[in-house]
């Protein structure tokens, strides 16, 4: 069945909404819950938003066949887009003023229905409605709907959702959609969409000034509750693009405190977040933000994580409070920068930043460029992964969130060496391109050499310098890069070593030679 709008209910709408601002509402639904068939029938066109979690259905301000004055709706469902639109759609969520949440009445209540609204109820969302879909299945009987809508209302008031108006549907046939339908007499209420519509919400939405006596804090260090949504879990040290109203920084996970149970108020130990999970984390931003708490105003203490490589959304999050710490900690000038150390030492300082399997040959070769620079009279420093690891990372292993830390480390340390005017050579596994990106953005353009010392694996476990590859395949060696952890081969590194061809005297002879114009 298909749906024409009641043009008059829609008019009358657009003239009552003139000074008001579009109704914006979000659907959440399990698996099967009927979703995409309620959306099809809704006077409003969709838009799909998030990748494997949420999609968005656009009408409002930006509806081309229905005027401007409809509700927008937000759609907990599947499928994919990316970039812009997809980041401007995302500000919806923390706009949204109702939550539809669906359940199937064949199913009952579900744990991802618990999942959704404890997230309705994180994002501050207080009104919702309780669509209980597929009536038909259950033979339109009023008790199995007054069954469902009773479990859930217990369950609602236990994570402070109070204001629930429950309509049983049949998406399939249209029943309390629009009009009320011939199958449930019973249902004196009203249909979903005079609810949604009857919901007259006011207050323009615009730029942020706040009074002299309850100002906007400004920070870089925040305690927030992150809720995650991608496959890669969220890793304690990685850093992610944040968004917050028009401010966009790099933001540095520092912390995951703890995670949150969605079906109890426990909290639980966690090094990471996998997807649908929600923690409390600390974050550092590099440079400060203007926010409010998320529980005081939902449109300044709101933000999405983005990830750096993808450019998709992977997480949504709340801000509590500014760190203390954030406060009272200001960076320090010091008159003899790296400028004037670039000077004294006739150099200019850089990171060679050596990636690939273990065996491809970094240490060797990174080995081979240090003398040669040294004998040029640079004055340079070799950080290397299993000398590193005897020292300042003793205490990091080779999970994903142990290896995210060690170049995490890695990239300041070589900051800071950069910044005391030294070519500093790194020679690191470094299997991710997150952190090989933030440790290029830690230095100013120009300044971040990245090296790809490629080789098959098959040449890398024949060379096998300490007997690694063997103990791995016998299975004495987990997490071992190659075999059973993940290599991110560079996109676009500076320089591409490939020592199955090359030997290493003329990949040192390469590196040399590309870098001499640019460190001159
Ligand atoms: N499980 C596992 N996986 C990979 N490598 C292992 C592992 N266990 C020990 N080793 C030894 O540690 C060296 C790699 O350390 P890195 O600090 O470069 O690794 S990483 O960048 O954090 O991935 C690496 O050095 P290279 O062989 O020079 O690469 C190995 O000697
Ligand atoms: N073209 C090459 N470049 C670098 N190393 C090579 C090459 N051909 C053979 N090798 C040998 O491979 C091994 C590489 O080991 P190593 O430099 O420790 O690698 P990594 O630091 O990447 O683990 C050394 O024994 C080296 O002599």
Not at 116 to 130: M, P
Request: glycine letters at 6%; one cysteine or more.
């Amino acid at each position: 069945m298909t749906y024409a709008p009641d043009s008059t209910v829609i008019n009358a709408l657009s003239r009552s909404q003139q000074h008001r601002k579009a109704l914006s509402f979000i659907i959440c639904g399990s698996v099967g819950s009927g979703k995409r068939t309620l959306a099809s029938q809704l006077p409003y066109q969709s838009e799909i938003l998030f990748e494997g979690q949420l999609a968005m259905l656009n009408a409002g301000t930006k509806n081309k066949t229905q005027g401007a004055d409809n509700p927008d709706s937000a759609l907990l469902a599947e499928g994919v887009s990316a970039g812009q639109e997809q980041i401007d759609a995302a500000g919806h969520l923390f706009s949204a003023d109702v939550a539809v949440i669906l359940i199937d009445a064949s199913q009952g209540m579900l744990t991802q229905d618990r999942q959704h609204s404890h997230l309705v109820s994180l994002l501050g969302i207080r009104k919702v409605i309780l669509a209980i879909n597929k009536m038909d299945l259950v033979n339109y009987s009023e008790i199995a709907f007054q069954r469902i809508v009773d479990d859930y209302r217990s369950f609602a008031s236990q994570i402070g959702l109070a204001h629930i108006t429950a309509i049983p549907l049949s998406a399939l046939h249209g029943d309390n959609i629009v009009a009320p339908g011939n199958h449930m007499p019973w249902h004196q209420g009203t249909t979903l969409t005079s609810c949604l519509e009857a919901m007259e919400i006011d207050i323009a939405r615009g730029e942020a000034i706040s009074a002299a006596d309850a100002p906007a804090s400004v920070a870089d260090q925040f305690e927030s509750t992150i809720i995650w949504m991608h496959d890669a879990p969220l890793f304690s040290g990685r850093s992610y693009l944040l968004k917050t109203g028009s401010q966009t920084v790099t933001a540095t996970i520092t912390d995951i405190k703890y995670q949150m149970s969605m079906d109890s108020p426990e909290h639980l130990a966690a090094t990471k977040l996998e997807n649908n999970t929600v923690g409390v984390c600390n974050i550092s931003v590099n440079r400060p933000v203007t926010f409010k708490p998320y529980n005081e105003d939902r449109d300044m203490g709101g933000f999405i994580l983005i990830d750096r490589v993808s450019n998709r959304i992977v997480g949504m999050g709340l801000l509590h409070f500014a760190l203390r710490r954030a406060q009272n900690i200001h960076m320090q000038h010091v008159d003899v920068d790296k400028a004037a150390r670039a000077i004294s030492k006739e150099q200019k300082p850089c990171m060679l930043w050596f990636t690939g399997l273990s065996g491809s040959g970094k240490s060797t070769i990174a080995n081979l460029v240090e003398k040669r620079l040294h004998a040029m009279g640079c004055h340079t420093y070799l950080l290397d992964g299993d000398n590193v690891r005897h020292g300042l990372n003793k205490d990091l292993g080779f999970t994903e969130v142990d290896r995210v830390e060690n170049i995490r480390r890695v990239a300041e340390v070589g900051k800071l060496m950069v910044d005391a005017g030294l070519i500093v050579l790194a020679a690191f596994i470094s299997p991710f391109r997150s952190e090989r990106r933030l440790a290029r953005e830690l230095l100013e353009e120009g300044e971040f050499i990245e090296i790809f010392v490629d080789v098959p694996l098959s040449i890398a476990e024949e060379r096998d310098p300490k007997g690694l590859y063997r103990k791995a395949r016998k299975g004495d060696l987990k997490n071992f890069t190659g075999i059973d952890s993940p290599y991110e081969t560079p996109q676009a590194p500076e320089i591409h070593l490939d020592t199955a061809s090359m030997s290493p005297d003329q990949a040192a002879e390469l590196v040399v030679e590309t870098i001499q114009p640019m460190s001159n």
